[in-house]
T-cell receptor, first 113, second 114 residues
Framework: LAKTTQPISMDSYEGQEVNITCSHN???????ITWYQQFPSQGPRFIIQ???TKVTNEVASLFIPADRKSSTLSLPRVSLSDTAVYYC??????????????FGPGTRLSVLP | DTEVTQTPKHLVMGMTNKKSLKCEQH?????MYWYKQKAKKPPELMFV???????INESVPSRFSPECPNSSLLNLHLHALQPEDSALYLC?????????????FGDGTRLSIL
Protein backbone atom coordinates (compact mmCIF):
# COMPACT_ATOMS: atom_id res chain seq x y z
CA LEU A 1 0.00 0.00 0.00
CA ALA A 2 1.58 3.21 -1.18
CA LYS A 3 1.90 5.86 1.52
CA THR A 4 1.78 9.34 0.07
CA THR A 5 2.97 12.71 1.30
CA GLN A 6 2.11 16.18 0.01
CA PRO A 7 2.78 19.74 1.18
CA ILE A 8 0.08 20.81 3.60
CA SER A 9 -0.51 24.18 1.96
CA MET A 10 0.64 26.46 -0.84
CA ASP A 11 -0.03 30.06 -1.75
CA SER A 12 0.03 31.49 -5.25
CA TYR A 13 -1.09 34.56 -7.15
CA GLU A 14 -3.52 34.74 -10.01
CA GLY A 15 -1.95 34.00 -13.38
CA GLN A 16 0.96 32.01 -11.99
CA GLU A 17 1.75 28.37 -12.68
CA VAL A 18 1.40 26.12 -9.62
CA ASN A 19 3.19 22.81 -9.16
CA ILE A 20 2.12 20.43 -6.39
CA THR A 21 4.28 17.39 -5.74
CA CYS A 22 3.17 14.09 -4.21
CA SER A 23 5.71 11.56 -2.93
CA HIS A 24 4.86 7.86 -3.08
CA ASN A 25 8.05 5.92 -2.47
CA UNK A 26 6.57 2.42 -2.38
CA UNK A 27 4.25 2.69 -5.36
CA UNK A 28 3.39 -0.72 -6.84
CA UNK A 29 3.98 -1.71 -10.43
CA UNK A 30 0.31 -1.61 -11.36
CA UNK A 31 -0.59 1.56 -9.45
CA UNK A 32 -1.87 4.60 -11.29
CA ILE A 33 -1.63 8.14 -9.91
CA THR A 34 -4.79 10.23 -9.86
CA TRP A 35 -5.33 13.81 -8.73
CA TYR A 36 -8.57 15.22 -7.37
CA GLN A 37 -9.74 18.72 -6.49
CA GLN A 38 -12.12 19.36 -3.60
CA PHE A 39 -14.03 22.52 -2.72
CA PRO A 40 -15.67 23.00 0.69
CA SER A 41 -18.90 21.01 1.14
CA GLN A 42 -18.39 19.17 -2.17
CA GLY A 43 -17.02 15.80 -3.13
CA PRO A 44 -13.63 15.44 -4.80
CA ARG A 45 -13.54 16.03 -8.56
CA PHE A 46 -11.24 14.17 -10.93
CA ILE A 47 -8.52 16.32 -12.49
CA ILE A 48 -6.02 14.04 -14.20
CA GLN A 49 -4.53 10.56 -14.11
CA UNK A 50 -1.29 9.01 -15.29
CA UNK A 51 1.03 6.04 -15.08
CA UNK A 52 4.36 7.38 -16.31
CA THR A 53 5.99 10.31 -18.13
CA LYS A 54 3.67 13.21 -18.89
CA VAL A 55 -0.06 13.54 -19.28
CA THR A 56 -1.85 16.75 -20.26
CA ASN A 57 -5.53 17.64 -20.48
CA GLU A 58 -7.45 20.88 -20.79
CA VAL A 59 -6.98 21.87 -17.15
CA ALA A 60 -3.68 20.40 -15.92
CA SER A 61 -0.52 18.46 -16.61
CA LEU A 62 0.89 15.55 -14.66
CA PHE A 63 4.60 14.79 -14.61
CA ILE A 64 5.81 11.38 -13.42
CA PRO A 65 9.56 10.61 -13.39
CA ALA A 66 10.92 7.26 -14.53
CA ASP A 67 11.17 5.82 -11.00
CA ARG A 68 7.53 6.81 -10.35
CA LYS A 69 8.29 7.60 -6.69
CA SER A 70 6.74 11.03 -7.03
CA SER A 71 4.38 12.96 -9.27
CA THR A 72 3.79 16.65 -9.90
CA LEU A 73 0.47 18.24 -10.72
CA SER A 74 0.91 21.42 -12.73
CA LEU A 75 -1.87 24.01 -12.95
CA PRO A 76 -1.16 26.69 -15.56
CA ARG A 77 -2.21 30.28 -14.90
CA VAL A 78 -4.31 29.72 -11.77
CA SER A 79 -7.33 31.88 -10.94
CA LEU A 80 -9.13 32.59 -7.67
CA SER A 81 -11.54 29.74 -8.43
CA ASP A 82 -8.66 27.25 -8.22
CA THR A 83 -8.50 27.79 -4.46
CA ALA A 84 -9.24 24.29 -3.16
CA VAL A 85 -7.69 21.18 -1.63
CA TYR A 86 -5.80 18.94 -4.04
CA TYR A 87 -5.39 15.22 -3.30
CA CYS A 88 -3.20 12.67 -4.99
CA UNK A 89 -4.43 9.10 -4.94
CA UNK A 90 -2.14 6.19 -5.66
CA UNK A 91 -3.34 2.70 -6.42
CA UNK A 92 -6.30 1.00 -7.98
CA UNK A 93 -9.29 -1.10 -7.09
CA UNK A 94 -8.34 -4.75 -6.76
CA UNK A 95 -11.25 -6.85 -5.59
CA UNK A 96 -10.87 -8.66 -2.29
CA UNK A 97 -7.30 -7.50 -1.78
CA UNK A 98 -8.11 -5.00 0.91
CA UNK A 99 -7.46 -1.31 0.72
CA UNK A 100 -5.07 -0.81 -2.15
CA UNK A 101 -5.57 2.82 -2.91
CA UNK A 102 -5.12 5.69 -0.51
CA PHE A 103 -5.59 9.43 -0.66
CA GLY A 104 -2.68 11.64 0.19
CA PRO A 105 -3.14 14.13 3.05
CA GLY A 106 -4.10 16.90 0.61
CA THR A 107 -2.58 20.26 -0.30
CA ARG A 108 -4.60 23.37 0.47
CA LEU A 109 -3.96 25.81 -2.37
CA SER A 110 -4.81 29.45 -1.82
CA VAL A 111 -4.80 31.70 -4.86
CA LEU A 112 -4.45 35.37 -4.03
CA PRO A 113 -5.45 38.33 -6.23
CA ASP B 1 -23.79 19.27 -10.91
CA THR B 2 -22.55 15.81 -10.01
CA GLU B 3 -23.52 12.55 -11.70
CA VAL B 4 -23.60 10.80 -8.32
CA THR B 5 -26.57 11.91 -6.22
CA GLN B 6 -26.56 11.59 -2.45
CA THR B 7 -29.52 12.13 -0.12
CA PRO B 8 -30.07 13.69 2.28
CA LYS B 9 -27.52 16.51 2.08
CA HIS B 10 -27.66 17.02 5.84
CA LEU B 11 -28.73 14.69 8.63
CA VAL B 12 -28.92 15.22 12.37
CA MET B 13 -29.67 12.18 14.48
CA GLY B 14 -29.53 11.01 18.05
CA MET B 15 -27.40 8.12 19.17
CA THR B 16 -30.40 5.79 19.41
CA ASN B 17 -31.89 6.60 16.02
CA LYS B 18 -31.84 4.49 12.87
CA LYS B 19 -31.38 6.29 9.57
CA SER B 20 -30.12 5.56 6.06
CA LEU B 21 -27.96 7.43 3.58
CA LYS B 22 -28.69 6.93 -0.09
CA CYS B 23 -26.55 7.17 -3.20
CA GLU B 24 -27.57 6.82 -6.85
CA GLN B 25 -25.66 6.85 -10.13
CA HIS B 26 -26.76 6.24 -13.71
CA UNK B 27 -23.39 6.07 -15.43
CA UNK B 28 -23.43 2.29 -15.67
CA UNK B 29 -20.62 1.98 -13.15
CA UNK B 30 -20.35 -1.39 -11.43
CA UNK B 31 -18.15 -0.36 -8.48
CA MET B 32 -19.52 1.85 -5.72
CA TYR B 33 -17.80 3.19 -2.62
CA TRP B 34 -18.55 4.73 0.77
CA TYR B 35 -16.04 7.10 2.31
CA LYS B 36 -15.97 9.01 5.59
CA GLN B 37 -14.32 12.43 5.66
CA LYS B 38 -13.56 14.41 8.80
CA ALA B 39 -12.82 18.12 8.64
CA LYS B 40 -9.47 18.96 7.01
CA LYS B 41 -8.68 15.29 6.43
CA PRO B 42 -8.66 13.15 3.27
CA PRO B 43 -11.53 10.75 2.57
CA GLU B 44 -11.18 7.40 4.32
CA LEU B 45 -12.47 4.34 2.52
CA MET B 46 -15.19 2.39 4.35
CA PHE B 47 -16.74 -0.06 1.88
CA VAL B 48 -16.49 -1.08 -1.76
CA UNK B 49 -19.12 -2.92 -3.76
CA UNK B 50 -18.14 -4.51 -7.05
CA UNK B 51 -20.89 -5.96 -9.26
CA UNK B 52 -23.30 -5.51 -6.34
CA UNK B 53 -21.21 -7.65 -4.01
CA UNK B 54 -19.33 -6.32 -1.00
CA UNK B 55 -15.67 -6.66 -1.88
CA ILE B 56 -13.94 -4.47 0.68
CA ASN B 57 -14.88 -3.67 4.27
CA GLU B 58 -12.21 -1.57 5.96
CA SER B 59 -12.93 -2.91 9.45
CA VAL B 60 -15.86 -0.54 9.84
CA PRO B 61 -17.93 -0.89 13.07
CA SER B 62 -21.15 -2.86 12.68
CA ARG B 63 -23.23 0.23 13.47
CA PHE B 64 -22.61 1.05 9.79
CA SER B 65 -24.33 -1.42 7.47
CA PRO B 66 -23.98 -1.04 3.69
CA GLU B 67 -26.42 -2.35 1.12
CA CYS B 68 -26.35 -2.41 -2.68
CA PRO B 69 -29.88 -3.25 -3.91
CA ASN B 70 -28.93 -2.92 -7.59
CA SER B 71 -26.18 -1.59 -9.80
CA SER B 72 -27.39 2.02 -9.51
CA LEU B 73 -28.11 2.30 -5.81
CA LEU B 74 -26.02 2.19 -2.67
CA ASN B 75 -27.31 2.62 0.86
CA LEU B 76 -25.60 3.05 4.19
CA HIS B 77 -27.76 2.10 7.17
CA LEU B 78 -26.91 3.79 10.44
CA HIS B 79 -27.79 2.62 13.96
CA ALA B 80 -26.58 3.55 17.41
CA LEU B 81 -23.95 5.95 16.14
CA GLN B 82 -21.49 7.78 18.36
CA PRO B 83 -20.66 11.50 18.37
CA GLU B 84 -17.28 10.72 16.75
CA ASP B 85 -19.18 9.41 13.72
CA SER B 86 -20.13 12.97 12.82
CA ALA B 87 -18.52 13.60 9.43
CA LEU B 88 -19.13 14.06 5.71
CA TYR B 89 -20.07 10.73 4.14
CA LEU B 90 -19.15 10.49 0.48
CA CYS B 91 -20.35 8.03 -2.13
CA UNK B 92 -18.37 7.37 -5.30
CA UNK B 93 -18.63 5.12 -8.33
CA UNK B 94 -16.34 3.83 -11.06
CA UNK B 95 -15.92 0.98 -13.41
CA UNK B 96 -14.32 -1.93 -11.52
CA UNK B 97 -11.39 -2.02 -13.89
CA UNK B 98 -8.28 -3.04 -12.06
CA UNK B 99 -6.01 -0.18 -12.88
CA UNK B 100 -7.18 3.14 -14.10
CA UNK B 101 -10.80 4.06 -13.69
CA UNK B 102 -11.25 7.40 -11.88
CA UNK B 103 -13.89 7.61 -9.20
CA UNK B 104 -16.87 9.96 -9.53
CA PHE B 105 -17.96 11.42 -6.21
CA GLY B 106 -21.23 12.78 -4.93
CA ASP B 107 -21.28 15.89 -2.76
CA GLY B 108 -21.86 13.91 0.38
CA THR B 109 -24.19 13.79 3.36
CA ARG B 110 -23.09 15.86 6.31
CA LEU B 111 -23.99 13.82 9.37
CA SER B 112 -24.20 15.20 12.89
CA ILE B 113 -24.71 12.90 15.87
CA LEU B 114 -26.17 14.52 18.97
Amino acid sequence: LAKTTQPISMDSYEGQEVNITCSHNNIATNDYITWYQQFPSQGPRFIIQGYKTKVTNEVASLFIPADRKSSTLSLPRVSLSDTAVYYCLVGALRDNYGQNFVFGPGTRLSVLP
Amino acid sequence: DTEVTQTPKHLVMGMTNKKSLKCEQHMGHRAMYWYKQKAKKPPELMFVYSYEKLSINESVPSRFSPECPNSSLLNLHLHALQPEDSALYLCASSQPDRFNQPQHFGDGTRLSIL
